[in-house]
């Protein structure tokens, strides 16, 4: 199992506030069958260039990897991409995929979006080898027309949820309709720390859908991915690239 979205590199962002926290939740999420990590710390354009980013990631990720042992969850580095102006023409976007992948983590504002913002979505997707995978997706949906979300599907846009939107008894129904019809491709935990927002991929399983009986996908880093769904339907053009969604990009690191 796979946490797709997950603050626990040490001191990077409002996520896990040191090596210690970070190992404590990497324990926490190995006991709740957690064996694959997405690190995907905020990245926000107005405070770094990617590469200054890039190499705050690395500092972190050494301090994560000196107190790492075997038996706990692998990582995998990423980012969660906050929406800028002007991201779809952004160089050195593509250096924020997730490792591995074409799979760029977005988080887009959270408030009605505009024509500029979705154009810039598209912009992003239709560049070669990026595939957008929306963050915490349940918390856009009060905001959107269904227009919009029709739209992104055809663009062949992914969407992530958090698990709290599956363990939640006020959500948990349209958790589940969201993830019959299709619109609901990885899921992930959105762990900042071990206190107020602790790993709960494992929390509560009599009260979650049985993902285990979903197949992972055919590349690392493998993950919830929910085969048969609908979404194929109305993204062609993702639909044929599913096999190559998450296949490895030349001169990415592992």
């Known amino acids: 199992m796979t946490d797709m979205h ?9 996520g896990s506030r040191s090596a210690a926290e970070s190992l404590s939740m990497l324990e926490a999420s190995a006991a709740q069958g ?5 690190a995907t710390p905020h990245f926000y354009a107005g405070e770094n260039s990617p590469e200054v980013f890039l190499s705050r990631r690395e500092h972190a990720y050494e301090r994560l990897k000196a107190v790492w042992r075997p038996g706990l969850p692998e990582i995998a580095l990423g980012a969660e991409v906050c929406w800028f102006a002007g991201a779809g023409q952004c160089d050195g976007l593509e250096r924020l995929r997730i490792a591995g992948t074409r799979l760029l983590l977005l988080e887009m504002p959270f408030t009605r979006w505009t024509e500029r913002m979705l154009r810039e979505v598209r912009e992003i997707q239709e560049r070669p080898g990026m ?6 997706v349940e918390r856009y949906l009060g905001g959107q027309p269904p227009a919009v979300w029709e739209a992104l599907l055809d663009w062949g846009v992914l969407n992530q949820c958090n698990a709290d939107f599956f363990l939640r ?4 129904r349209k958790a589940l309709q969201m993830l019959r019809e299709g619109r609901i491709h990885f899921l992930g935990s959105d762990s900042h720390n071990m206190d107020t927002r602790p790993p709960r991929l494992g929390k509560a399983p009599g009260r979650r859908p049985d993902f285990s009986a979903s197949p992972p996908v055919p590349a690392p880093p493998s993950a919830f991915w929910f085969p048969g769904c609908s979404w194929a339907r109305h993204a062609p053009k993702c639909a044929r690239q599913k096999t190559a969604l998450l296949r490895p990009t030349a001169g990415r690191r592992q």
């Open 169 to 172: 008894w006020r959500t948990r």
């Open 131 to 136: 595939t957008v995978l929306l963050a915490h």
């Open 34 to 38: 957690v064996d694959r990590i997405v």
């Open 6 to 14: 997950c603050h626990i590199l040490p001191g990077m962002d409002d």
